[in-house]
């Protein structure tokens, strides 16, 4: 083998040493409890590593694009990993759902493109935020204590918050190019949003829940530092977990498109195909083919 050979085969070693760090290092030499999941501070530098930056493309070596959206439905199973755990106290702190990992880096700060719409219009503060997350509830009993100038009522006040179990899919927008520096078919994943029922009717018995809202949207470059450092369960390989940058990017779940950029004002499939579930996936899947068969076309003389 060659020095080049050498040299390569190192930096494999040490990107699998930076990922099995982050996946409970020390639990084999751990000497007490508080000891497993701390990372030695030798192998610390080792994670401090970034995603790889998205390349510049140049406009004039795009021959062709389509952008459109998609529906991740957490309910399958190949999308479960954007899912679990809805619950962080039987696993490790480091595992989070792709929906907390969004919402802490928002809270945080390191996510800062957070919009309410995917065409990034309007952009959403922290306020506006959490109104859309939570719901306060008062009883007729608290406001009564309030008109008798009681001020301690938290007891008499629900207090309703959207979790990680309440989000049942994901809604994203990407741009599917033919570049023809490289002669073949990309896509750009742009912007993504979790969705869920309305927290006004979350927890409503008495009221039927069928509609999903984009909770926010996120600017995905923005994210993807966020998402690169956490990590979903990999049930092949539970030494190996995978980010949700990586997940996102090569594609690795099953989604439906629910929309494409056309000329009725980019409306939805669901907006001329009423009342017919099987003929939108026939849609969508038209949609997908079409997108597909581009880079064959492309080399068709």
Not at 3 to 10: A, C, E, F, P, T
Not at 110 to 126: C, G, R
Not at 156 to 168: A, G, H, L
Not at 208 to 234: G, S, T
């Amino acid at each position: 083998m060659n020095l080049k050979g050498y040299s390569l085969l190192g930096v494999v070693v040490l990107m699998a040493s930076s990922i099995n760090a982050q996946a409970g290092f020390g639990v084999l030499n751990a000497k007490t409890a508080d000891e497993i999941g701390k990372v030695p501070e030798n192998h610390q530098k080792l994670n401090k590593d970034k995603p790889i930056p998205y390349g510049y493309i140049n406009e004039r070596d795009i021959l062709w694009s389509k952008v459109v959206w998609e529906y991740i439905d957490l309910n399958e199973l190949m999308n479960l990993p954007l899912y679990y755990p809805i619950d962080s106290t039987n696993v490790s702190s480091k595992r989070k759902s792709l929906f907390y990992t969004l919402l802490k880096g928002i809270k945080s700060g390191k996510i800062k493109e957070v919009y309410d719409d995917s065409f990034f219009n309007t952009k959403l503060t922290s306020r506006e935020i959490n109104q859309k997350l939570t719901r306060i509830d008062t009883s007729d009993y608290a406001y009564e204590l309030i008109n008798q100038g009681e001020s301690n009522i938290d007891e008499f006040i629900d207090r309703v918050s959207i979790k990680s179990q309440d989000i049942e899919g994901y809604s994203i927008k990407g741009m599917w190019y033919f570049d023809k520096r490289y002669g073949e078919l990309r896509y750009r994943l742009l912007a993504i949003a979790p969705l869920a029922p309305d927290v006004q009717l979350l927890g409503r018995d008495d009221l039927a829940i069928d509609e999903l809202l984009p909770l926010f949207w996120v600017f995905y470059p923005d994210a993807r530092e966020v998402l690169y450092n956490a990590y979903a369960f990999n049930s092949v390989n539970q030494r190996s977990p995978i980010s949700f940058d990586y997940i996102l990017n090569a594609r690795k779940f099953t989604s439906l498109i629910t929309r494409e950029e056309n000329l009725y004002g980019n409306r939805s499939i669901s907006d001329y195909i009423q009342g017919n579930a099987l003929f939108r996936i026939m849609e969508s899947e038209r949609i997908r083919e079409e997108i597909r068969n581009k880079e064959l076309d492309m080399w068709n003389y």
